[in-house]
Structure formats: C-alpha cells, structure tokens
C-alpha cells in the first residue's frame, strides 16, 4: 500500500516537473521574441569600411553623396545607385526614409555602413508598391563618397532666406495693390475725356 502510495507521488512530482520545464521553456520563447521585436521597431547601424581618417563627422545641414543599395530582408533588391551617379542629399531636408538619414548622421567621408531601418522609419504600413510591401523593414548598405558642410554664412543665409521671404510678402502685396489701384485711376479719366469728346461731336 506504502509502495503504491509513493508511487503514485512520484509521479505526480514527475508530472508536475514536466509542466514547470514546459512553462519555462514557452517563456523563455516568449522573452526571445520580445526582444527580437523589440530590435526589429529600433534603427540598427553597422560599420563595414572605417576610413584611417575621419577629418569631419556628418551633421544635420551637410550635403552627402552617397552609393546605396537597398534591400528587403529576404535579399531582394528593392533600388540601387551603383548604376548611375552617386545620389546627393542634404542631412535634415527629408529627401530619403527617416532611417536612411537618421543612419546618416554620424559618419566619415569614405566610411561604408549597414542599416536595418524598421518600417515605422521605412515606408510604413502602407509600403511603397509594387517594390516595398507593408511593414516591410529595410537593409541598406550605403558608402559615403563625399561630405561637404556649408560655411557659418551660408548656414545664416539658408536660417534668415525663409523669415525674410515672409516679412517682405506683405509689404509686396501691398505694392501690387497700389499699383492695381493706380492704374485703375489712371484709366477712369481717359474713359471720360473719350465720353466727353463724343457727346462734343453729336
């Protein structure tokens, strides 16, 4: 009766073993995952080619001309610059994916990175048919071949031009208004002499 008593514990501990080892292993899946999605939602940015030299770092304003090829995840080709001439972009501008640029800041001239660009970053939900479904995250591969910074004046300039453009716009509307009305004045006088003339003829 003892025997069969213990027995029967014994594999009732077993069972519940086997359970505890089960749950355990589905979180410990579960944590695994997580944190895969968790990389998947952030930019990751790798160094392929690091130049000996590095006289300038990028920053928002500089214009760079790159070499690209970008990828879905699986490898397909999605576009690719390495047939035509390195494409220039302007840091800050939003001329290419928030990924794409965010990678962008921080690196040499002649310096060749690896970006996985998620899609909240990338063409989001919606995608970019027929290329680039939706959600797809993104892989570029991307070689810095020049970097070029404006000058403090210039960088003054391109601040000042667009608060500028506006302080001037309604003084100039103002001058076209004068104007309009000026000519219209000139012209009612004209009108009368020519009426004034034609009842002098009758």
Not at 74 to 80: A, R
Not at 147 to 176: D, N, Q
């Amino acid at each position: 009766m003892l025997e069969q008593e213990g027995a029967a514990l014994s594999q009732k501990w077993k069972m519940k073993t086997r359970v505890f080892l089960l749950l355990l292993v589905a979180f410990s899946c579960e944590l695994a995952r997580a944190e895969e999605e968790n990389e998947a939602e952030e930019l990751q940015v790798e160094t392929l080619v690091q130049p000996e030299s590095c006289a300038m770092i990028s920053e928002i304003g500089d214009t760079l001309k790159i070499h690209y090829t970008g990828k879905l995840m699986d490898g397909k080709v999605i576009d690719t610059s390495l047939s035509r001439d390195p494409h220039s972009l302007e840091l800050g501008a939003r001329q290419v994916i928030p990924g794409l640029e965010q990678s962008l800041v921080g690196v040499c001239e002649g310096q060749k990175i690896k970006a996985i660009i998620p899609s909240h970053l990338a063409y989001g939900k919606r995608g970019f048919p027929p290329t680039v479904p939706g959600d797809a995250a993104l892989q570029f591969e991307v070689e810095v071949i020049t970097l070029s910074r404006k000058t403090p004046f210039e960088k003054m300039i391109r601040s000042l031009l667009p608060t500028m453009c506006l302080a001037l716009l309604p003084g100039l509307l103002c001058l076209i208004g004068v104007y309009i009305y000026k000519r219209g004045s000139a012209e009612r006088p004209e009108k009368k002499k020519a009426k004034d003339k034609k009842s002098k003829k009758k």
